[in-house]
């Protein structure tokens, strides 16, 4: 979030709820955006003129600069507003302003856990939403059900002047990224590095480093970034898992994934560590 603007998370909403908030509405996994050519924005207010609230369904997320913020669902087929519209975050990245993009990355996890737990997974019984944390609780068994996360790691294997990138099947075409993969359980972050690096291209790592972590609300992920050394191997694809990977430099980089992401991050710090290293020379 940029400088001076500060984000509160909080659970339990203000007792005077007509002060004016900033709302995250959401229809399935699309936001609700006011556009305005290459910009858009939330909707900001006591009430959005023009939709009709059920009183279902809303989360408070916290404060961003003293202002309530909240998370809405909408009902498929419900009216819009006029001069609104409904789009995927991945589509408004760059529109609205950042600290809002990533309000709406967390109010859209919190949506589609607010619907998909109104009742207890174990015992089928309606469940009652706590006060004290982000969590649903099911009064008949006991059972907490808190937000669904999904560790994630993503690597950035170099050898020596060069970083491994590969090409899964799901990407937009012609664009290359670095390795990632899901946690399982019992495993340290580390060991999932050098687990997943091994099974999809076939190399084995070394000196393995924290960089830096994301929320990745693509639906619930949090990516946990880190670099690794080469350590030996040869690059053999897992057929189900990627299409392409080579080694590259960072004059001869090919499309990447944008900025969006921390994948573009581990790559861009690695473009700027062979320019000083260049420098230096």
């Not at 609700?32 to 059920?54: R, Y």
């Not at 012609?174 to 687990?195: C, N």
């Not at 693509?218 to 392409?244: K, N, Q, R, V």
Request: charged fraction near 25%; aromatic fraction near 10%.
């Amino acid at each position: 979030m940029e400088v001076g603007r500060k984000f509160i998370p909080g659970i339990k909403p203000p007792q005077e709820n007509s002060k004016p908030a900033w709302w995250f509405f959401f229809q399935g996994s699309k936001l609700l955006v006011e556009p305005n050519g290459s910009t858009a924005a939330v909707p900001f207010g006591p009430e959005i003129k023009g939709l009709s609230l059920p009183l279902t369904r809303r989360q408070y997320l916290g404060e961003l600069d003293g202002t309530p913020c909240y998370a809405q669902e909408l009902a498929e087929g419900q009216p819009l507003p006029d001069g609104t519209t409904l789009e995927g975050l991945r589509q408004v990245y760059g529109k609205l302003e950042e600290d809002f993009f990533w309000l709406a990355a967390r109010a859209v996890q919190i949506v589609d856990w607010d619907r998909s737990h109104q009742f207890c997974s174990r015992c089928g019984a309606p469940t009652v939403q706590r006060e004290t944390e982000r969590s649903k609780e099911c009064p008949k068994c006991g059972q907490i059900h808190f937000p669904r996360l999904a560790p994630a790691v993503i690597v950035r294997v170099e050898r020596g002047n060069q970083i491994l990138m590969a090409r899964s099947r799901h990407f937009a075409p012609g664009v290359f990224s670095v390795l990632a993969g899901f946690v399982e359980p019992g495993e340290t972050l580390e060991e999932t590095v050098a687990r997943e690096v091994k099974e999809e291209s076939g190399i084995r790592v070394k000196n393995i480093r924290y960089f830096g972590s994301q929320p990745w609300p693509f639906p619930h992920s949090l990516m946990i970034g880190f670099t690794a050394e080469y350590a030996g191997g040869e690059i053999a694809l897992e057929d189900s898992e990627l299409e392409a990977a080579g080694w590259y430099t960072a004059e001869n980089l090919p499309p990447q994934p944008g900025k969006i992401s921390i994948a573009r991050k581990l790559i861009d710090a690695f473009v700027e560590k062979q320019k000083q290293n260049n420098e230096k020379q």
